[in-house]
């Protein structure tokens, strides 16, 4: 009976130190404030995107790319699709100029100069579309 009571008056001691001990928020108490020498500017969305591409070769082996770009504004939008070929840690680049009607997608192609069978054996392809004029 001893045992019983003692074990009731120790739990509740127990737990009172245990919950005195619980996670307090950590961290700034107010959202950080804007540089002084910037004024807070959101940056415009990209409004063009690579929707697909694809490759081949051309009948004087080169690397023929190709796919359509979508816009995603309301208006029309010009864009440069670069295609970036790295073959045995060499970058060769192929550019091209789209222009995309508003709420619509446009196709584009360009050749890199780079040997179609040489790439096809070790080479690596990345296409990317920026608004034209930005760099």
């Known amino acids: 009976m001893k045992r019983r009571t003692f074990v ?3 739990l509740p001691a127990l737990s009172a130190g245990c919950l005195s001990s619980l996670p307090r928020a950590t961290g700034p108490r107010g959202p950080p404030e ?3 020498s910037e004024p807070g500017e959101t940056p415009e969305p990209d409004h063009l995107s690579i929707e ?3 490759y081949e070769g051309t009948d004087d082996d080169q690397l023929r790319a190709f796919g359509t ?4 504004s309301p208006e029309e939008r010009t864009g440069v699709v ?8 060499e970058e060769t680049v192929g550019t091209t100029e789209v222009t995309v009607p508003g709420d619509s997608t446009a196709e584009f192609e360009t050749v890199v100069p780079v040997s179609f069978e040489t790439f096809r054996r070790n080479g690596q ?3 990317t579309v920026e608004a034209a004029g930005s760099d």
């Open 69 to 72: 770009v979508d816009n995603r």
């Open 8 to 10: 009731t008056a120790l």
């Open 34 to 36: 804007a540089p002084a």
């Open 125 to 127: 392809l990345q296409v």
């Open 82 to 89: 670069r295609v970036r070929v790295t073959v045995d840690d």
């Open 52 to 54: 697909t591409f694809d």
